[in-house]
């Protein structure tokens, strides 16, 4: 089976940070650029981050860079992203998808390019 679980979500304090893992089963991602997405309810969803198969190279929506990392772990098959200085605007459901076109990351990340969407992780960014 073909899958990605997302796993790390909860509640935050603005200012605070969370670590978000996407653990993939039935592929090995290391040979796909990954993404990370969100959406926040009555929202579109929207790109967040993606890292490059080929050269790790990475790509950030403008409102999460600097703030946000994103990385990978072949040997645990594992993408993360790191969310420091985080934002009430952060708070959504966040998702991870492999890139079935590219190995590199392409601006603006379209839905279209991307599968195996993960169930998602629940994010709430709260005093």
């Known amino acids: 089976q073909v899958q990605f679980v997302e796993s790390g979500g909860g509640l935050v304090q603005p200012g605070g940070s969370l670590r978000l893992s996407c653990a993939a089963s039935?592929?090995?991602?290391?040979?796909?650029?990954i993404g990370w997405f969100r959406q926040a309810p009555g929202k579109e969803r929207e790109a967040v981050s993606c890292?490059?198969?080929?050269?790790?190279?990475?790509i950030y929506e403008a409102s999460v860079k600097g703030r946000f990392t994103i990385s990978r772990d072949n040997a645990k098959n594992t993408v993360y992203l790191q969310m420091n200085s985080q934002k009430t605007e952060d708070t959504a459901v966040y998702y991870c998808?492999?890139?079935?076109?590219?190995?590199?990351?392409?601006?603006?990340?379209?839905?279209?390019?991307?599968?195996?969407w993960g169930q998602g992780t629940q994010v709430n960014v709260s005093s």
């Open positions: 039935g592929f090995t991602l290391d040979y796909y650029a």
């Open positions: 998808a492999a890139n079935l076109m590219r190995r590199l990351c392409s601006s603006g990340m379209p839905n279209h390019e991307y599968a195996y």
């Open positions: 890292i490059s198969s080929s050269d790790g190279s990475t």
